[in-house]
């Protein structure tokens, strides 16, 4: 029996790992066992998505949260590598670049355990942010690594890496989104709760240490979303530290001003996306789905590395260093972005429910 030990502990990888973990739950001869570090913590950040994705309750689960990064992967580090002591893997395999990515990577490699790395290759070439020290760390203690496209390959060559442990996969958000992409359809109601007319609205996202921690771009941001809703309707999931950080700075008003919400499940957010004529977000999943869902995105960063959307058209990069700039780049994009000239794929619905109710 051949054991695979997963980290995760943040929003985006327990949609990764639902992906991977759906098949090696079906694997012969395999077993996972899932460490949860507990970095994100919150019901609507944790939980919703163990359900929604159907991710079995995890064998570990460490409570490492809300610290500073380097009390979380320090702490994380101790605690798996206990773990790993008592489990003796065959690999361990980590997602992202996160906190959790980089303990996991760590922890392993130290006690020469075979690591895999999904989502290798990734690079903004900016290091002042935390993830891409997480990610050029965990690719150099890698020895197994999923790229999920061509630059990524490129990049892990550039870097001295070894071809031949590199594997270019695709990207299993891409998976995500197609196999959860149409239960969404069935099971949300969130467009119903919200009455929000399709391909009328723009659906915002931020989290970003870089937009987060610096005022001044947050409230460039928020200004920014606050004026575009007086023309077009914003709606926006808020990020815990998005919120924790508007209160510390006194701009909490301003997310009263648009359609905030708490952080939605992963169903309720692909509905969002589908249904959104445009996308702002400094997310990566975010820019991606944008893509999949064919909604226009207009990424509130310095740089991205999804090189490929912007390459293709489909994702504009705005610094949020300016409310005007950013106004003017969310109105231009929303009036380039017809909404679809066949409707939104819900004709048969639509027809029935009025049929059924006697016109
Ligand atoms: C982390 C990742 C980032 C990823 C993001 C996905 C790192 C360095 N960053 O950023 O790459 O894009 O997750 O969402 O690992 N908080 C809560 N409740 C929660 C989770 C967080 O209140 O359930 C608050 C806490 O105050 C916490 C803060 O948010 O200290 C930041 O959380 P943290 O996990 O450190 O970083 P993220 O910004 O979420
Ligand atoms: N997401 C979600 N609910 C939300 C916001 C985001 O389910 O309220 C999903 C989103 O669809 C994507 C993932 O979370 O699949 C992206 O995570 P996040 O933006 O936190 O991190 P990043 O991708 O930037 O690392």
Known sequence: MRKILTVVGARPQFIKAAVVSRVLRVTPGVREVLVHTGQHYDDNMSQVFFEELDIPEP???????????GQNTGRMLEAIEKVLINE??????VYGDTDSTLAGALAASKLHIPVAHVEAGLRSFNR??????NRVLTDHISNLLFAPTEQAVQNLLREGLPMSAIHWVGDVMYDAALYYGEKAERYSQILQRLNLPPKRYVLATVHRAENTDDPVRLRVILEALVRVHQEVPV??????????RAEAYGLQGLLDKVLSLEPVGYLDM?????????IATDSGGVQKEAFFYGVPCVTLRDETEWVELVELGWNVVYPPLDVEVVVDALLRQWEGAKASPYGEGTAGTR???IVANGF
């Open 235 to 244: 709606v926006f999931p808020v990020h815990p530290r998005t919120r924790k």
């Open 88 to 93: 003796r893997p065959h690999l361990v395999l």
């Open 351 to 353: 027809i029935a429910t």
């Open 59 to 69: 064998d570990y689960h460490l409570g490492i949260g809300g610290g500073s990064h």
């Open 128 to 133: 002042r942010m935390p993830e891409e020290i």
């Open 270 to 278: 692909a509905m969002l996306e589908k249904n959104a004529r445009l």
